[in-house]
Structures are given as structure tokens and as C-alpha cells.
């Protein structure tokens, strides 16, 4: 009795982190940085290499290289991100994530936290309107781990 009652504290406690996340199309940027957290909670590092480092998730290994993390084919397309705790703040690390354009005009790098603005193949090619009705690559709380971890990796 006592286990479940736990189990559904905590999974009711989890539904009130993410009811309260801000919304892809009500983050505040300020020079391409987002100073406050999109879910009030800390981020986790170690999920947030997993997203790193998952072709499922983020596939950020796909563009960026860590020194220190063995990936079998990592990217150099974008920039090395060893130091990037020191290089961003993590309201740097957070805008870059959520939407990159608004720091690196013209990059590649996708917007993660993203859902609106986009031009839909489907719209331009054939002429028939394509399902706006998606959500972002990343959710709330997957940034705020990706950005967790960015936030470790030091020089020193």
C-alpha cells in the first residue's frame, strides 16, 4: 500500500512539473539567451548526455564532438563542445537549444523547443497543406537535462 501511494505521489508530482512548463511559443529570449527554466526544475546531466548522444533524441553527437565521450562517428559540423559550461551560461546554452536561429543566424542546428514558423514541404512542393499539429523535438524537461549537462563540461 505504502509503495503505491508513493508511486502515484510521485507521478502526480511529475504531472504538475510538466503542466507547468512554458509553452514552445512563450519563451522569452533575450539576445538569443532564455534566462528562466522551462520547467522550474533543475535538469539532470546524465539524462542529459543520453539525449546527447541518442540518434532517438537529440542526435547532437551527429553534429558536435566531446573529446572525452568514445562516439563511433561523431559530427563536426557544428561547433566541439568541450567547454561549452564555460564558453555559454546556461541561459545561453537554453536559447541555443531551444531555438538556435535566434543566436547562430542561418545555422543548421535544429530548434528543439520549436513549434510554429516553419515552411511545410508539403506547402511548397505539392501544393497541399501539410498536418501543422506537432510538437517539439525535445520536451521541456529534456532541455533543461541537455542543458545540465552542457553545463559540465569544463576546460579546467
Request: charged residues 20%; glycine residues 10%; hydrophobic residues 40%.
Amino acid at each position: 500500500m505504502r509503495f503505491t501511494t508513493l508511486t502515484l505521489a510521485a507521478v502526480f508530482a511529475a504531472g504538475i512539473a510538466q503542466a507547468d512548463a512554458v509553452a514552445p511559443g512563450d519563451v522569452k529570449f533575450n539576445e538569443g539567451a532564455v534566462e528562466q527554466s522551462l520547467t522550474g526544475m533543475p535538469g539532470n546531466a546524465e539524462e542529459g548526455f543520453k539525449i546527447y548522444a541518442s540518434k532517438q533524441l537529440g542526435n547532437c553527437v551527429a553534429c558536435h564532438e566531446i573529446s572525452s565521450v568514445d562516439a563511433q562517428f561523431p559530427g563536426d559540423v557544428g561547433p566541439m563542445l568541450d567547454g561549452a559550461g564555460e564558453r555559454w551560461t546556461e541561459a545561453q546554452l537554453r536559447g541555443i537549444l531551444v531555438n538556435s536561429k535566434m543566436t547562430f543566424e542561418g545555422t543548421v542546428m535544429p530548434s528543439y523547443y520549436r513549434v510554429d514558423g516553419f515552411t511545410r514541404p508539403g506547402k511548397v512542393y505539392t501544393g497541399k497543406a501539410a498536418d501543422d499539429s506537432f510538437g517539439p523535438l525535445l520536451s521541456a524537461q529534456q532541455i533543461e537535462d541537455v542543458v545540465a549537462y552542457l553545463s559540465t563540461l569544463k576546460d579546467s
